[in-house]
């Protein structure tokens, strides 16, 4: 007697017999069979040279090089050339740190090749005109020179540290707060790595380890102070006045101009009008750098707040520690404000991420935006916009 306990397991049975045999009977197919969808490979078909010197500009031709996305000579990404690119051409600059290796392609389908030859490269000679006389203890070390750039290491006493590749050729500056040194100890400095020879000197000794406390402040680094007439200003989403001097004029507090924004009704919320950007900016040599600017709300309320990029990464940083600005400027005419640009100063403001460092390269743009001025008139009036070694101080206050 079967039961129905009986049916419903040699049903289940069958059920598995017929789908195992189904998947025997199935074939494997490889994603090229049939059903892939053949997007175009970008190709090398011939290089100008065999041999190039780094920053020379080399031209290939091809196929599919409009759509070239990126080029790289090995690991070593290269910029293509503005308007360089067509179906059958395009043109690249060799990076100052290059090594030989294939041109390899990746174009907008995210497919991937490389030249059959190598493109050897050449340097032109390291020269170092200018050895530091001292190492300040925890500080940056300068060395200039022609193509120093091209040194990718230097030994400080006994230990070996990587130099970064910088944004210029005759400059480069190695951090040195990591190193086992102390005060009133004699190191040598030795390059130990670089690309292409070195004439003269490779290495100074007894280089003095100095105590940098006491120091005397360097010359400010003026970003804007307007006298020259042109309005930097970058306008966003929202329309608001900007302009060098202000409808009615306030007087400017130095020289003859200032930079004026104003709006009737901010409309509520955070929004950014607009930016001051400027260009990239080595402060190194600086002790203690500070934002220094001169700003009037004249009567209402304004506000900016900082926004730094270094290394491809952005930090967010808001006036609000010192002068009781909380997120908003409301002056009493004309006031200046300097604030540390170390985020880890006492007054350094609301930094919102860690990891800005002004010892190294950063551009800076000062964002124009209503904060906490949520309602009614919006007016900023700035001048003077500088970093100063040292917290600037009102003498007439």
């Known amino acids: 007697m079967i039961t129905m306990k009986t049916k419903n397991i040699l049903n289940t049975s069958w059920l598995l017999l017929l789908i195992l045999l189904f998947s025997l009977g199935c074939e494997d197919h490889q994603w090229s069979e049939d059903y892939d969808i053949n997007l175009p490979l970008s190709v090398v078909n011939s290089i100008s040279t065999k041999s190039a010197m780094v920053s020379d500009q080399v031209s290939l031709t091809g196929t599919v090089l409009d759509k070239v996305s990126n080029v ?7 910029k293509i050339v503005d308007g360089s690119q067509n179906s059958g051409d395009l043109s690249f600059i060799v990076p100052r740190r290059a090594i030989s290796g294939p041109v390899v392609l990746k174009n907008l389908y995210r497919r991937v090749t490389e030249s059959d030859s190598t493109l ?9 005109t200018e050895w530091p006389s001292n190492v300040k203890f925890g500080r940056n070390l300068k060395i200039k020179g022609a193509n120093v750039d091209l040194i990718t290491a230097i030994k400080i006493g006994s230990e070996t540290v990587s130099v970064l590749q910088p944004s210029v050729t005759d400059e480069i500056s190695i951090p040195t707060a990591a190193l086992n040194i102390a005060i009133g100890d004699l190191v040598n400095i030795e390059i130990v790595s670089v690309l292409g020879d070195v004439i003269g000197a490779a290495k100074v000794t007894d280089v003095p380890v100095v105590d940098d406390s006491v120091w005397e402040p360097l010359p400010p680094v003026v970003m804007w102070d307007f006298e020259n007439n042109v309005n930097p200003y970058q306008p966003g989403s929202v329309s608001i006045t900007s302009l060098l001097n202000g409808n009615p004029v306030i007087a400017p507090p130095l020289g003859d101009y200032y930079w004026h924004s104003y709006i009737a009704e901010t409309g509520g919320g955070w929004k950014t009008f607009g930016i001051l950007e400027s260009p990239v ?14 700003v009037n709300s004249n009567d209402t309320r304004g506000y900016m707040y900082m926004w730094f990029v270094q290394d491809g990464v952005s930090y967010e940083a808001h006036f609000n520690s010192q002068y009781n600005d909380d997120y908003a400027f409301d002056t009493n005419g004309w006031e200046w404000r300097s604030y540390p640009l170390d985020p880890k100063s006492e007054d350094a403001g609301e930094w919102k991420k860690q990891g800005f460092d ?6 800076l743009q000062l964002k124009i935006c209503s904060g906490n001025v949520s309602s009614g008139p919006f007016e900023l009036n700035l001048d003077n916009i500088q970093i100063t070694d040292g917290k600037f101080v009102d003498s007439n206050k």
């Open 358 to 363: 002004w010892m190294k390269p950063f551009s």
């Open 72 to 78: 790289w000579i090995g690991k070593v990404e290269c």
């Open 281 to 294: 900016m080595n402060i190194s040599d600086m002790h203690q750098p500070y934002l220094t600017f001169q």
């Open 120 to 128: 050897v490269i050449t340097y032109p000679d390291v020269e170092v």
